[in-house]
Nanobody, 119 residues
Framework: QVQLVESGGGLVQPGGSLRLSCAASGLTFSRYVVRWYRQAPGKEERELVAAITSPGGSTNYADSVEGRFTISRDSGKNMVFLQMNNLKPEDTGVYFC???????????WGQGTQVTVSS
């Protein structure tokens, strides 16, 4: 059974930092593109925040987080991280980890972790 479990969310003041983690069981991240999405309060759609490809490890980011967020992968631990610095109130939302095996069209989601940026 495949599971993605996010952790690391919480309440932080503007300008602060958080590090989100996504741990996988039942799949190997090295075969998947892994993305972080977020869903802002009151919005139905999820916004793509960052992605990391496999096996090359290329990364890309939404314009709104470029230069502040960093996505990375630890293949040995089968985990993906999202380091978030200089957080802003508009970064508030539920952050979801998504893994996609593009070649065969498999896609999985985690349950999400809440990030609240407020003074």
């Amino acid at each position: 059974q495949v599971q993605l479990v996010e952790s690391g969310g919480g309440l932080v003041q503007p300008g602060g930092s958080l590090r989100l983690s996504c741990a996988a069981s039942g799949l190997t991240f090295s075969r998947y593109v892994v993305r972080w999405y977020r869903q802002a309060p009151g919005k139905e759609e999820r916004e793509l925040v960052a992605a990391i490809t496999s096996p090359g490890g290329s990364t890309n980011y939404a314009d709104s987080v470029e230069g502040r967020f960093t996505i990375s992968r630890d293949s040995g631990k089968n985990m993906v991280f999202l380091q978030m610095n200089n957080l802003k109130p508009e970064d508030t939302g539920v952050y979801f980890c998504n893994a996609e095996w593009v070649v065969i069209g498999l896609k999985y989601w985690g349950q999400g972790t809440q990030v609240t940026v407020s003074s």
